[in-house]
């Protein structure tokens, strides 16, 4: 137990810059609360004690604002940094080094008592406020971008934005990468794809309107010419 203590806090101190001192992050990390007292409920929950389980899991939300049902089973070295609002699902499954903001839900869409919420790979980031809905597989190593909702699978190592949730980017390699900002936009991409397009499109027909001129003006000088000349045989009298 003292052991993943101690992996618990070194890991906050990897992962939050803000962090200045072991014992701050023993006292002052909600998100670490959170995990914590979850091991205890997810224990009573394992052990038929179902009532302390979710007593357990009451007090945990009371006391740091992060739901987590005991059911849920949660990995090793799981960070929920600035955990307020974040909620976890009975039958959600979170790997191991997955970095989770607040604001984050995963949901459930069935009322069967089937498996029915998410399932997060190892080394996963996911952003503020996102929604990962449905029992749906996240591949190692990915990143939800903040704001999304997703609904369909995602591959490992891919980046996924959006409302609903698209896949982006693909293979990023499998590290703790907590950049979950700046990341694309695949909407203005392609506005972006057609403003260019439109400007391609007007330079050709601004070059086939000067082509179509100078024709005109060549097919008009053409007939002057034949005409002086039937004019000037006599043929125009």
């Given at each position: 137990m003292f052991d993943r203590i101690r992996e618990d806090l070194e890991m906050v101190r990897m992962r939050d810059p803000a962090a200045r001192s072991t014992l701050e992050i023993f006292f002052c990390y909600p998100g670490l609360h959170a995990i914590w007292l979850h091991r205890l409920a997810s224990w009573f929950w394992n052990h038929k004690l179902l009532f302390l389980g979710r007593l357990t899991s009451t007090i945990n939300r009371l006391l740091t604002g992060i739901e987590i049902h005991p059911g849920a089973t949660i990995g090793r070295r799981v960070f929920i940094d600035h955990g307020m609002g974040v909620v976890i699902g009975e039958t959600a499954?979170?790997?191991?080094?997955?970095?989770?903001?607040?604001g984050v839900v995963l949901g459930g869409t069935s009322l069967e008592k089937?498996?029915?919420h998410p399932t997060i790979g190892n080394g996963v980031v996911i952003?503020?406020?996102?929604?990962?809905?449905?029992?749906?597989?996240?591949?190692d190593a990915s990143k939800i971008g903040a704001g999304?909702?997703?609904l369909k699978p995602v591959p490992?190592?891919?980046?996924?934005?959006?409302?609903?949730?698209r896949v982006v980017q693909e293979e990023r390699k499998c590290a703790i990468d907590l950049d979950h900002g700046e990341l694309p936009d695949p909407v203005a991409e392609v506005i972006n794809l057609l403003l260019k397009r439109q400007d391609e499109m007007e330079?050709?027909?601004?070059?086939?309107?000067i082509t179509s001129t100078v024709m005109k003006a060549n097919g008009l000088l053409t007939r002057k010419t034949e005409m002086e000349?039937?004019?000037s045989e006599g043929a125009g009298i």
């Open positions: 499954e979170v790997g191991e080094d997955v970095l989770i903001y607040q089937i498996k029915r952003g503020s406020g996102a929604k990962i809905i449905g029992n749906i597989k996240i591949g999304s909702v997703v490992a190592g891919s980046t996924c934005v959006g409302i609903p949730g330079a050709q027909i601004k070059e086939l309107g000349e039937i004019f």
